[in-house]
């Protein structure tokens, strides 16, 4: 298994979670990783993305309520947030490709989903107002 998200749940409005991708040792590698979420009868959007160097980059929606890492003596990517507001109910996943500008991929804060080789299973978000 190259991907495997853990710890969502539910929670109240203004509420914090932290999820969790724990990865291959091949797959935590890659260039760039990332956290999207897909709500019923939505797409599928990019929440947050964090390339090899550590540089990170949000959506609006999330920006100052959430914060991508990794941890690399578990080889996890882990995503907080907090302030969580209804809206942000959705099924997490976190996303992998080691593809860098220099081997014909797409700067990590501008790949699409279909630009991404690896996928977790996902992880339900649920926040009550």
């Known amino acids: 298994v190259h991907l495997e998200e853990s710890g969502g749940g539910s929670v109240q409005a203004g509420g914090s979670l932290k999820v969790f991708c724990a990865a291959s040792?091949?797959?935590?590698?890659?260039?760039?990783m990332a956290w999207f979420r897909q709500a019923p009868g939505k797409e599928r959007e990019m929440v947050a993305t964090i390339d090899s160097d550590g540089a990170h980059s949000y959506a609006d929606s999330v920006k100052g309520r959430f914060s991508i890492s990794k941890d690399n003596a578990k080889n996890t990517l882990v995503l907080q947030m907090n302030s969580l507001k209804p809206e942000d109910t959705a099924k997490y996943y976190c996303?992998?490709?080691?593809?860098?500008?220099?081997?014909?991929?797409?700067?990590?804060?501008?790949?699409?989903?279909?630009?991404?080789?690896?996928w977790g299973q996902g992880t339900q978000v649920n926040v009550s107002s």
């Open positions: 040792a091949y797959t935590y590698s890659s260039y760039c």
């Open positions: 996303a992998a490709d080691h593809r860098p500008p220099s081997r014909g991929g797409n700067w990590c804060p501008a790949k699409r989903a279909t630009e991404f080789t690896y």
